[in-house]
């Protein structure tokens, strides 16, 4: 699978027979697929077949913030966590009286976050975790950079304090 410069991955005739061999052709109809393979081929098959087409892909022309507000704003997400100040948010799940060097960089990461534009990435991680919470559905304690991230930590997004281990944040935002 290859993916074009905006994250939208893209299929070949290859990685269609593995889906399908591993028990995934149910799925086949929702992917994309590289215009250069006979998918016309393939789809007069499926036609033939009663079954569902597949889309070519076709290379969007916007640029790739454009594109991240587009999918933002089509993500579900309730409307009390829209509107949530994050940083009051963040500051609040963090230890009370909260020391100065620990609001320092709370601030400093969601600085980095906001000039990154993703202040709506955290608002709908908060939606997440509260929605996990109140199902009862498990995920992990954390892994990768992630967890250096001290605003993902008080989130709950994972369970690795940064700052008691002195990680990085910019290790998760390079």
Known sequence: MKTDSLGIPRFTNKDLVDMIYSGHADK??????????????????MEEQGLDKLQKYIPLDVDQKTFDNVCQSEWFMPAKYKDINVYEYVLGKAETPCPQHVQDRIWEELHEYDNRGMSN?????????????????????G???????????????HKVNSIQYDLDWREFLR
Request: hydrophobic share 50%; proline share 0%; aromatic share 12%.
């Open 28 to 45: 086949v109809h929702v992917v994309l697929c590289d215009a250069n393979d006979e998918i016309d081929k393939f789809n007069s098959a």
């Open 143 to 157: 892994r990768g950079s992630s967890v250096a991230s001290y605003v993902l930590y008080l989130i709950g997004v």
């Open 121 to 141: 990435l955290l608002r709908y991680m908060i939606y997440l975790v509260d929605f996990m919470r109140e199902n009862d559905i498990v995920w992990g304690v």
